[in-house]
């Protein structure tokens, strides 16, 4: 049903003829795709040239597989995640938007705890014709286990809360008893994100992984995200790295780097170093628990074709069986594109960045979702296959398909291969030494295993020998096994140390730090100081900074010092970041030690402490708001050689200060504010940073400054708010006048000063900005409202304008009439309904049936994408990103599932029904008495960076907050496409369809 005269679109809440039709017709869709057989799906794959793949397992033998490894004989050992999603036997109490479910109760550990219908199941091919054809549960009744590894005689199994282990010490392929609880406290609000990913180390210590919308508390250390290490002889454990989003895959490559799999779009993984933090949604999981680390590490930078968002389960493939040019790859399950990609692993610095280098499998099959690969004792490559058509987490309902599952190998026709030599635990120690070399990985991590399992000291100077004059790749193994067999001493350390290998050196910096609580030996510090400064591997420098992270400050700050100095890193991905998180690490227990490093002024000159320390030094102990903080920091001040290197510390303070001010100055910086305002008084960072300090001279500056229409827009700007800051009554006269400067770039003054009055409760405030509203501009106007409906009883003085017809209905949006609304004040509900009637969104089921409506507009003729483009960037690029083009309020609409028209007519038209976690709004109430909405863009320990609708932000102090809640409306309007004509929605259509090759005559046919 269209509006015949306009042709404009017609809101769905009128289209009542259609939406019982509609209601029925839309779920049909759902069902055209069915499951295919394993023969059937097996067809469907399109392999990269000289590949086959086989089935190797499937239903009825195994279902919902979400993990595998293989034991010593060659078998796989594979979980069945048939629980999933929902644990049994406990009751919600508690769900969050982003499904984040709080339950009636710790479960305890099986087998006391509700059985639920996880199994490890245990794979066999019997008649070597390379299909599964024996399968055997090694336990059953889990409730919702994730992971699992072999070693020391038995089972390791993750289950959340708890990491288990199953003895077998027979080999009898059945428990000798009870689980031991290893470790207690993983989170289990999300069941796709729980702790996952079970690996041995080269170290010997057993990793693991914790998604992200889950919280773990396991002796005391809390995390969202990160990876994890447990040592099984020592019971130690550690976070090894923080961050990194929604991991779920975890491998080591060659050199012993941790390459994790993620859940971001344009990248493939993480390349997660000791002690690192790395990038989280801030937003939705919330800070690093350092508060402090003033910068985190992205992922390794990507290049080339990446898939859906959703990189799991990813190898760096050391198999041996496939041509050379595999060696080292990473390759990665795209579940979202139902395929198995490969990358190449380039070093960038200290680190690794990723390169596309093609397609290794893909298929049409939508219901194809690789979550897991593996490399095998046949150097073939092992992919767990979910296969379920959905692959959306967020719809809380149980609706998986729990009948199937695939497991399928990956193999090369040229280079295809068997497993030897099996099983390995009969091979005799020598033997197993001598697997360390072998060019498939499989062999050599068994063996380690083994040999660390064994102690046997027999082969501790055959080990010795390898270090010295083996391969690299056999020296390298050689190292993790003495290390993990016992072999290990301070004179071994230290001629390591020397080693010509730089892995075998950062490897050996890495095992020494691993033993932080007692001092270095003489010799070993001393060492480590002399390659800080000379050794020529980023590798090693990388290294021996986490390593000082975890040093006594006597140890530490040596190394430090050294590292600082080596201008080569300055630009390195990862070790500017590191060296300042070991200092961070000691600046407020050490002061003293760690100022020493910067008391020389041509320490101050170093690229590395210009560009990265200092300015980071000076912004924590600022944030300390201690005394011993405030002396700290006046010292460091008073160190700085130049007047220019104390003014690039007050720029980045005053970047720290912006949303509140103190008082009084604090008294170990008052002599250092008269220094700073006697030699670089006119600075205006200075005269801001003064002003948030609580120096009264500087605060009669500023004002004066703010209103001086002589002076600068660009410094007036941020002296508005600043001043407003402050909350002093004297100046709310001079920002109330503000508004009325009619200069070339007034819009500007008067936006600002509309915004800074926020900070006054007065309703003279409202009264004032009001009585100007006809005079100000279309910009102003908006600020204006946007002003008043934040506070209730403004909002009243607002409604008694458009009463009187002195302001338009039509210039509040409905964002601003929610705003007023969630005042929750009656005589202000009856007002809005007055004025602009019932305010509530169309039910889903409205929204829903107008989904076929838009879809025969859309076939009715032929959209134009250059038009598109331009109606995207008015209506869409405000907040979208599509094509590198647009903000980055929303979500990138790039690798958004575009091409299926329905599912985003849907999105459109109900942009609060599924809001990506990432993107949910919050309403803040303020203890003033202001509400404001938006998008928690950033926040930390002191405060929080809000966005609304009209791109404005608003740092609050955590102090001033009284409420903080999340919101079920989205920050997207709902009736965008009202806006447009029939036309102009295919013309957008056209856009948001396409490849992003938009030409001026193009023609696409919708």
């Not at 209506?875 to 091409?899: F, N, S």
Request: glycine share 8%.
């Amino acid at each position: 049903m269209l509006a015949a005269d306009s042709k404009r679109v017609a809101a769905p809440w009128i289209l009542l003829a259609v939406v019982a039709a509609a209601l029925v017709a839309y779920p049909a869709r759902r069902s055209a795709a069915q499951a295919l057989s394993p023969q059937e799906a097996l067809e469907r794959f399109k392999m990269a040239e000289g590949f086959e793949v086989e089935l190797y397992a499937s239903e009825p033998l195994v279902r919902q597989p979400v993990t595998m490894t293989f034991d010593d004989r060659g078998r796989m050992w594979v979980i069945q995640y048939l629980q999933y999603p929902n644990p049994a036997g406990l009751t919600p109490v508690e769900v969050d938007r982003y499904l984040r479910t709080k339950y009636d109760r710790v479960p305890e550990p099986p087998p006391l705890g509700p059985p639920g219908a996880d199994k490890v199941t245990i794979l066999e091919d019997t008649d070597g014709d390379g299909q599964v054809d024996r399968a055997k549960d090694f336990v059953t009744g889990l409730n919702l286990a994730s992971a699992l590894a072999l070693g020391n005689g038995g089972v390791y199994v993750a289950q959340a809360p708890y990491l288990l282990f199953y003895p077998d010490r027979n080999g009898d392929d059945i428990p000798d008893g009870d689980p031991q609880v290893l470790l207690k406290g993983f989170g289990m609000e999300d069941a796709h994100a729980v702790v996952n990913s079970l690996e041995w180390g080269p170290d010997g210590w057993l990793y693991g992984a914790q998604g992200s919308t889950v919280t773990a508390d396991i002796r005391g250390i809390g995390f969202q995200q990160g990876l994890w290490r447990y040592h099984p002889e020592t019971k130690r454990f550690e976070l090894f790295s923080e961050g990194g989003g929604n991991t779920w895959g975890l491998d080591f490559d060659g050199h012993g780097n941790a390459i994790a799999g993620t859940n971001y779009s344009h990248v493939v993984c993480l390349h997660q170093v000791q002690g690192g933090y790395y990038v989280k949604n801030f937003v939705k999981h919330g800070a690093l628990h350092n508060p402090y680390t003033y910068g985190y590490f992205e992922h390794a930078t990507h290049t080339g074709q990446s898939g859906g968002h959703v990189t799991c389960g990813g190898i760096v493939y050391q198999g041996g069986a496939f041509p050379i040019t595999f060696n080292d790859v990473y390759i990665g399950a795209n579940l979202l594109s139902n395929a198995i990609y490969y990358s190449a692993l380039e070093r960038r610095g200290s680190t690794y960045e990723t390169r596309y280098l093609g397609t290794l499998l893909e298929t049409d099959d939508i219901w194809f979702r690789p979550i897991d690969c593996l490399s095998g004792p046949d150097g073939a490559v092992y992919v767990a296959d979910w296969y379920d058509k959905r692959a959306n987490h967020v719809i809380p309902e149980d609706t998986w398909d729990k009948t199937n599952g695939r497991i399928w190998r990956i193999v090369h026709r040229d280079t295809r291969r068997r497993a030897v030599g099996l099983p390995l635990s009969e091979r005799t120690s020598e033997e197993l030494v001598t697997a360390l070399d072998s060019n498939n990985v499989w062999y050599r991590r068994a063996a380690r295993r083994l040999l660390t399992e064994r102690g046997d000291v027999r082969v501790l100077p055959q080990l010795r020998r390898i270090i010295d004059r083996g391969t690299q790749r056999a020296a390298i193994e050689a190292l993790w096994t003495l290390y993990s067999s016992g072999g290990w001493d301070d004179d071994t350390a230290l001629k390591l140390l020397a080693h010509a290998n730089e892995d075998v050196r950062a490897w050996t910096v890495r095992l020494v730090g691993d033993d932080k609580p007692r001092r270095l030996e003489p010799a070993v510090r001393q060492k480590l100081v002399q390659m800080a400064g000379r050794d020529e591997s980023p590798t090693v420098r990388s290294q021996l900074a986490c390593t000082a992270k975890r040093l006594r400050a006597g140890d530490a700050m040596p190394i430090v010092a050294q590292l600082m100095r080596r201008a080569e890193d300055a630009d390195d991905p990862h070790i500017p970041l590191l060296v300042w998180w070991a200092i961070e690490d000691k600046a407020v227990s050490d002061p003293g030690a760690l100022l020493e490093l910067f008391a020389e002024g041509p320490t101050w000159l170093l690229p590395m402490v210009s560009d990265t320390l200092v300015e980071r030094l000076a912004k924590r102990y600022l944030a300390e708001q201690s005394d011993a903080g405030y002396q700290a920091l006046a010292r460091l001040m008073s160190q700085a050689p130049r007047d220019e290197d104390r003014l690039r510390l007050v720029a980045a303070m005053d970047q720290s200060f912006s949303g509140y001010a103190l008082d009084d100055v604090p008294a170990p910086m008052k002599p250092v504010l008269e220094e700073l305002r006697r030699t670089a008084g006119q600075d205006s960072n200075v005269l801001r940073f003064a002003l948030r300090m609580g120096h009264r001279a500087a605060y009669e500056k500023a004002v004066q400054t703010m209103v001086d229409p002589d002076v600068p827009t660009k410094v007036r700007l941020p002296l508005i708010a600043a001043v407003a800051q402050t909350g002093s009554q004297d100046a709310r006269e001079r920002l109330i006048g503000l508004p009325d400067e009619q200069a070339e770039d007034a819009e500007s003054i008067q936006t600002a000063a509309i915004s800074a009055l926020r900070y006054y409760a007065d309703d003279l405030v409202a009264r004032e900005v009001l009585d100007r509203y006809e005079a100000f501009s279309p910009g102003a106007r908006r600020r204006a409202i946007a002003l008043v409906v934040s506070r209730e009883a403004w909002s009243h003085l607002l409604l008694d304008e458009v009463a009187a017809g002195r302001i338009a209905t039509f210039d509040l949006s409905v964002d601003d009439l929610r705003e007023m609304l969630a005042h929750q004040n009656d005589a202000l509900d009856r007002a809005i309904e007055a004025h602009w009637g019932k305010i509530r969104p169309a039910t889903p089921g409205e929204k829903m049936s107008y989904v076929p409506v838009l879809s025969r507009v859309l076939g009715a003729g032929r959209g134009d994408p250059e038009s598109g483009h331009k109606l995207f960037m008015k209506h869409c690029g405000v907040c979208h990103t599509l094509h590198g083009e647009g903000e980055k309020i929303g979500p990138d609409l790039t690798t958004a599932d575009r091409k299926n028209r329905d599912a985003l007519l849907l999105n459109i038209l109900d942009p609060s029904g599924t809001i990506r976690p990432e993107y949910v709004s919050h309403t803040v109430v303020l203890v003033d008495g202001r509400v404001l909405t938006g998008l928690i863009v950033e926040k930390n320990a002191v405060q929080i960076t809000l966005v609304d609708a009209k791109q404005q932000k608003t740092t609050i102090p955590r102090e001033d907050i009284k409420e903080l809640q999340q919101t079920a409306t989205s920050l997207m309007p709902e009736r965008l496409l009202e806006q447009l004509e029939e036309q102009e929605l295919r013309d957008l259509f056209s856009y948001l369809q396409s490849d992003g090759q938009v030409r001026s005559a193009a023609r696409t046919q919708e």
